[in-house]
């Protein structure tokens, strides 16, 4: 059973950091590729950012140049390092994984909150 946990959430200073993690089981992601995404309260969910297998990077305009997506070369961990975070960052953020090949992402996670305090 495939399972992805996040962590690393919690409450922040605004101009803070955090660093979000995602630990996947039950099979490996190296191919693949792993994102996160975030839902604020009362919006709809948004993309934040994406590593493809090949390390390729990709950022929403809102988070590019604040935030840095990683991962673990085994396809095990997706990581998200969050500098200078703003009060408008605060929401519920997931972890995915989309597979080779296909359009959607396929497996998430059950999200960890964050919240900046302005």
């Known amino acids: 059973q495939v399972q992805l946990v996040e962590s690393g959430g919690g409450l922040v200073q605004a101009g803070g950091s955090l660093r979000l993690s995602c630990a996947a089981s039950?099979?490996?992601?190296?191919?693949?590729?792993m994102a996160w995404f975030r839902q604020a309260p009362g919006k709809e969910r948004e993309f934040v950012a994406r590593?493809?297998?090949?390390?390729?990077?990709y950022y929403s305009y809102s988070v590019k140049g604040r935030f840095t997506i990683s991962r673990d070369d085994a396809g095990k961990a997706v990581y998200l390092q969050m500098n200078s975070l703003k009060a408008e960052d605060t929401a519920r953020y997931y972890c995915?994984?989309?597979?080779?090949?296909?359009?959607?992402?396929?497996?998430w996670g059950q999200g960890t909150q964050v919240t900046v305090s302005s």
């Open positions: 995915a994984v989309r597979a080779t090949g296909l359009t959607s992402y396929a497996y």
């Open positions: 039950g099979r490996t992601f190296s191919t693949d590729a």
């Open positions: 590593i493809n297998d090949n390390g390729n990077t």
